[in-house]
């Protein structure tokens, strides 16, 4: 038991799923390619090289255009959601989820982005699903963008670089609001829109070798989150205007620093990195560029082209509320190069002593999440929402069971320190675990690498009956969710 469910009445505990990673049927209804449908399979890179895991060549992104294979670009078959939601929404409405966060394809309603309507078809599928939902008393938590740009925007756009793209961002947008807006409140305009330089392919469809110097390649992605910042700002602007009582978050990773040591070198570097960290929902919430940012832009020379208005854009229609991602915490030090590194979630770092390691060699850190949570609340006075975390684990399918203490273990530490957060005044309203069905891995495209509480017999080369099987972890969020977190 928790010493005391702090709570909110009405908290909304849920799961996290991305259209790229579940839903499959790549090529099915008219959907046209995305940037994760080049994505592949990688099982044999080191899991802290998280470079590699997400790096897409032009001549991969060629060579993936010319086949249909679904075994070695896994999240073109994903879990097959998009045939068996409805199988899986009563899994979800058994547990007792109150919201599930999902994503909504681009290229399912807009196959290349550049259409001037939607495809049917699309549609059709989303207010099936958002109506199956609502059936099953599951509020819809929707990201407009999850790591699934239409490709031929890349190849012909230069993704995000080109102003246009906004444009038709803001068309696919309102099509969202317009035949999606009675049954969804909740909206998150890009996921880890800080990811721009972890992964600049897969975030802005900027493929770096096009560019003559790496300094060339930095200036292209600040200019293309330069036109995400406002494309976001536009579609708040119109959910506001379009849905009676919407509610539009900004998405962070939430890559929390401590310093090695107390010497102040460490303690600076632990900051510069805090703050950096914090650039990309400051103009979501405060709707303008840090100084700090305008400075470091400037010793660069790096020009930012924007058009007239759009600071009053990014001034006027800043978002309601701050959701983030949270797996783990880093260490900074000045003598980094030197110590023993771990891998994380798209990210390196000095290893911990204090903190525990996953299967994939990401840091568990349970107290990281309380101080993420109370920083980020005491710099933005939004509501928070915690839209990801989890742990990604080898899971064992015995005698058609699957006994995942270390999930339920990782969970209830968790959640222990987000009660404790909201007993020092956090306001905090909604909680989605990632994966909370297993899907395709983001960086690696493997199915092994498990996060949900139901567990899909598939494996990493798409084998299996893809039958859904409840695993102990499925049983324990259950009864924390009856009990408002009391029963951990």
Same mark, same amino acid.
């Given at each position: 038991?928790?010493?005391?469910s702090?709570?909110p009445k009405?908290?909304?505990?849920? =799961?996290a799923?991305a259209?790229?990673?579940?839903?499959?049927a790549?090529?099915k209804?008219?959907?046209g390619m995305?940037?994760a449908?080049?994505?592949m399979y990688k099982?044999?890179?080191?899991?802290s090289?998280?470079? /590699?895991?997400?790096?897409?060549?032009?001549?991969?992104?060629?060579?993936?255009m010319?086949?249909?294979d679904?075994?070695?670009?896994? @999240?073109?078959?994903?879990i097959?959601?998009y045939?068996?939601?409805?199988?899986?929404?009563?899994? #979800?409405?058994?547990m007792?989820?109150k919201v599930?966060?999902?994503s909504?394809?681009?290229t399912r309603?807009?196959?290349?982005?550049?259409e001037?309507?939607?495809?049917?078809?699309?549609?059709?599928?989303?207010?099936?699903l958002?109506?199956?939902m609502?059936?099953?008393k &599951?509020?819809?938590l929707?990201?407009?963008?999850?790591?699934?740009?239409p490709?031929?925007l890349v190849?012909?756009?230069?993704?995000?670089?080109?102003?246009?793209? $906004?444009?038709?961002?803001?068309?696919?947008s309102?099509?969202?609001?317009?035949?999606?807006?009675e !049954?969804?409140?909740?909206?998150?305009?890009?996921?880890?829109?800080?990811?721009?330089?972890?992964?600049?392919?897969?975030? $802005?469809?900027?493929?770096?070798?096009?560019?003559?110097?790496k @300094?060339?390649?930095?200036?292209?992605?600040y200019?293309?989150l330069?036109?995400?910042?406002?494309a976001?700002?536009l579609?708040?602007?119109y959910?506001?205007?379009?849905?009676?009582?919407?509610?539009?978050g900004?998405?962070?990773?939430k890559?929390?620093?401590?310093?090695l040591? *107390?010497?102040?070198?460490?303690?600076?570097?632990? +900051?510069?990195?805090?703050? %950096?960290n914090?650039?990309?929902?400051d103009?979501?919430?405060?709707?303008?560029?840090?100084?700090?940012?305008?400075?470091?832009?400037?010793?660069?020379?790096?020009i930012i082209d924007?058009?007239?208005?759009?600071?009053?854009?990014?001034?006027?229609h800043?978002?309601d509320?701050v959701?983030?991602s949270?797996?783990?915490? #880093?260490?900074?030090? $000045?003598n980094?190069?030197?110590?023993? @590194?771990?891998?994380?979630?798209?990210?390196?770092s000095v290893?911990?002593?204090?903190l525990?390691i996953?299967?994939?060699?990401?840091?568990? %850190?349970?107290?990281g999440?309380?101080?993420?949570?109370?920083?980020l609340y005491?710099?933005?006075?939004?509501?928070l929402?915690? $839209?990801?975390?989890?742990i990604?684990?080898?899971?064992?399918?015995?005698?058609?069971?699957?006994h995942?203490?270390?999930? &339920?273990?990782?969970?209830?530490k968790?959640?222990? +320190?987000?009660?404790?957060a909201?007993k020092?005044?956090?306001?905090?309203f909604?909680?989605?675990?990632? =994966?909370?069905?297993?899907?395709?891995s983001a960086s690696?495209?493997?199915? *092994?690498?498990?996060?949900?509480?139901?567990?899909?017999?598939?494996?990493?080369?798409?084998? =299996? /009956?893809?039958?859904?099987i409840?695993?102990?972890s499925?049983y324990w !969020?259950? @009864?924390? &969710?009856e009990t408002?977190?009391?029963?951990?």
């Amino acid at each position: 038991m928790a010493e005391k469910s702090y709570f909110p009445k009405g908290f909304l505990w849920g =799961g996290a799923i991305a259209a790229n990673q579940a839903e499959g049927a790549w090529d099915k209804d008219g959907k046209g390619m995305s940037v994760a449908d080049v994505a592949m399979y990688k099982p044999n890179i080191d899991k802290s090289d998280y470079v /590699s895991q997400w790096h897409v060549s032009p001549e991969q992104i060629e060579e993936a255009m010319q086949t249909d294979d679904t075994v070695y670009y896994p @999240k073109r078959r994903g879990i097959d959601f998009y045939h068996r939601y409805e199988e899986d929404l009563a899994l #979800m409405e058994e547990m007792g989820m109150k919201v599930l966060r999902v994503s909504i394809a681009w290229t399912r309603l807009f196959p290349t982005g550049t259409e001037e309507e939607p495809i049917q078809a699309g549609i059709d599928y989303y207010v099936r699903l958002f109506k199956e939902m609502r059936k099953r008393k &599951i509020e819809p938590l929707v990201t407009l963008s999850h790591y699934e740009m239409p490709l031929y925007l890349v190849n012909h756009y230069d993704g995000w670089v080109s102003r246009e793209v $906004v444009d038709m961002f803001v068309t696919y947008s309102k099509v969202c609001f317009e035949h999606f807006g009675e !049954y969804v409140k909740y909206w998150l305009t890009f996921n880890e829109i800080d990811s721009v330089f972890r992964h600049p392919f897969t975030t $802005v469809g900027v493929v770096e070798e096009k560019y003559a110097s790496k @300094k060339e390649a930095e200036a292209a992605i600040y200019q293309a989150l330069h036109h995400q910042f406002v494309a976001s700002s536009l579609a708040t602007k119109y959910a506001h205007e379009m849905i009676e009582n919407a509610q539009v978050g900004c998405m962070l990773t939430k890559t929390l620093a401590y310093p090695l040591t *107390s010497n102040p070198e460490d303690v600076l570097l632990a +900051q510069r990195h805090n703050r %950096d960290n914090s650039f990309y929902a400051d103009v979501q919430v405060f709707g303008e560029y840090p100084l700090f940012m305008k400075r470091y832009l400037a010793e660069n020379d790096i020009i930012i082209d924007k058009l007239a208005g759009d600071d009053e854009i990014l001034k006027q229609h800043t978002v309601d509320f701050v959701s983030f991602s949270y797996y783990m915490s #880093m260490i900074k030090s $000045v003598n980094e190069d030197k110590m023993e @590194k771990v891998g994380g979630n798209l990210i390196t770092s000095v290893k911990n002593p204090y903190l525990d390691i996953s299967d994939w060699g990401w840091q568990v %850190d349970p107290v990281g999440l309380r101080i993420s949570l109370i920083d980020l609340y005491d710099r933005y006075h939004l509501p928070l929402f915690v $839209v990801e975390n989890g742990i990604g684990s080898i899971d064992e399918l015995v005698d058609g069971k699957v006994h995942d203490e270390y999930r &339920i273990d990782y969970f209830r530490k968790h959640f222990e +320190q987000m009660n404790l957060a909201c007993k020092e005044g956090v306001e905090m309203f909604g909680y989605t675990s990632w =994966g909370c069905i297993d899907i395709v891995s983001a960086s690696t495209s493997q199915m *092994s690498k498990r996060y949900g509480f139901i567990y899909v017999d598939a494996d990493d080369l798409g084998n =299996g /009956s893809y039958d859904r099987i409840k695993k102990d972890s499925f049983y324990w !969020y259950k @009864k924390v &969710i009856e009990t408002n977190g009391a029963q951990l």
